[in-house]
């Protein structure tokens, strides 16, 4: 599966974006779904999972309450709504894609270009 992210920008503090990922194939709705995140000099940390079929979610604690992921099997597509923008939430996030539940970085297979989020101060 091929994924393409996109939607970042440049937000103020306590903004709102809505980030996306629109995947290719006719597998996409067999697939846990992940947003992950890397700031300069930091490791790529989870931010958000949902499964195959929507049900199930998990978030990072640092994002539990302002941000929300969804997918549209139909649309072969994943978002990730980030409201209540912090700047500690600037960073490259990436969407991946695994045929497995997992929350662990290193554990998912399929990863698309990152885009950029800057929330400024």
């Known amino acids: 599966v091929q994924l393409q992210a996109s939607g970042g920008g440049l937000v103020q503090a306590g903004g709102s974006l809505r980030l996306s990922c629109a995947a290719s194939?006719?597998?996409?709705?067999?697939?846990?779904m992940g947003w992950f995140r890397q700031a300069p000099g930091k490791e790529r940390e989870s931010v958000a999972g949902i499964s195959s079929g929507g049900a199930r979610t998990y978030y990072a604690d640092s994002v539990k309450g302002r941000f929300t992921i969804s997918r549209d099997n139909d649309k072969n597509t994943v978002y990730l709504q980030m409201n209540s923008l912090k700047p500690e939430d600037t960073a490259v996030y990436y969407c991946?894609?695994?045929?497995?539940?997992?929350?662990?970085?290193?554990?998912?297979?399929?990863w698309g270009q990152g885009t950029q989020v800057t929330v400024s101060s």
């Open positions: 194939g006719r597998t996409f709705s067999r697939y846990v």
């Open positions: 991946a894609a695994d045929a497995s539940w997992t929350t662990r970085v290193y554990e998912y297979e399929y």
